[in-house]
């Protein structure tokens, strides 16, 4: 145990003092997972719930980081781990190199208590990692088995929407314990493919479901009034100005009917989601639309360009890679199969990729943007659980 290790970079120091360069190795990164979870369940205990986040400090590229997070979380699963924000131990998983092995190297905290393990996998000869200059980085923060609709994370709380309600969770330590859950009833039968959304201005907070829309608080006591409304969406602002757009009640998209700001209301053609790219002051507006592609339009609603090969999700958020905004958007699939998520920004009047993939364990059901990160939810097919993630995009020095 080192128990005065600090920071990712003291763990690498560690791990190069700890791991001498001719240390056996496993044949590949998948051997090398398990050996870590291994590791990792020895520490934590049976049956223990893991917090996991990963940072990149070798010169593999993005693409290999998520091939090890893959195998790391599914090594887990297999030693009887659970995997959540709430767990009591955390787990940071470094990706690594020495002279001649990759290594995955965890700094395993429970209470108190610390300790860094670790495992090699050998180096393809001549191997050269594919590098880039931005990526995606997502960590599991939940999961649970009822549908998450949507996520927000206002001071110290963490707000769940799901077709029940609205779930609130404190932070105690490591842990979200949950404080109060604010029931909703549906004004009718909620469609099978529901969608919702949380719009949060401070402590107060809009919930936003087909037909329904609620207004309440976290303080002082979390609070909540729903009624039976066709009130427009908050859906995404840019330049201080908010898109807000009407959901058709009985199905799962946008009727069409939008408004910017105070502008007079506009008729688009039905669509899932909306983004903004571009310049803040003049943004262009995104729309993954029902028929399949995304149009980009300007503020006039002018079509500059269709997209196809997107999915239904889309959501802009702001970094501090190439132009300050970039769109992140979904794979085409179907409920059926797994997905993933891309990057990209508006350049020479096209939507140009700027991240690698990141690929998830089932069908993304929501991904809304809030201001540096997304909140993003997906079904693992496997587990049948809906596992929520937080979403930024970094960049490489």
Partial sequence: MIAAVKGWHAVLAAACILVPAKAQAADDVAGAARELAA??????????TVSTSYRNLSPLGPAQLEQARASFEAALRQVGMRLGQGGAVEAQVSLAENGSQYLLIADLRKGDDRQVAMAAWKR???AKPAGSAAWIERKVVWEQEEQVLDAAFPGDAMVLLTPSGVSVYAKRGDQWEPRQVLRIAPSRHWPRDLRGHLSFQGPSFRAFLPGVTCKGALEPEPAIDCRAADDPWSVESAGGAALSAYFAPERNYFDGRLS???APLRYVPPFYSAAATGDPRQPLWLLALVNGKTQVVDGGFN???E???WGSDIAAIETRCGSG???LATQSSDATETDAIQSYTWKDRSMAAVTRTVTFPGPVTALWARGAEAVAVARDLEAGKYVLYVLTVACGE
Wanted: proline share 4%; net charge positive; glycine share 20%.
């Fill in 307 to 309: 997209i196809a090969g």
């Fill in 39 to 48: 590791k990792t369940a020895l520490f934590a205990g049976a049956g223990a």
């Fill in 325 to 327: 905004n970039q769109v």
């Fill in 124 to 126: 393809s000869p001549g």
């Fill in 260 to 262: 910017v700001g105070n």
């Fill in 303 to 305: 079509v500059l360009a």
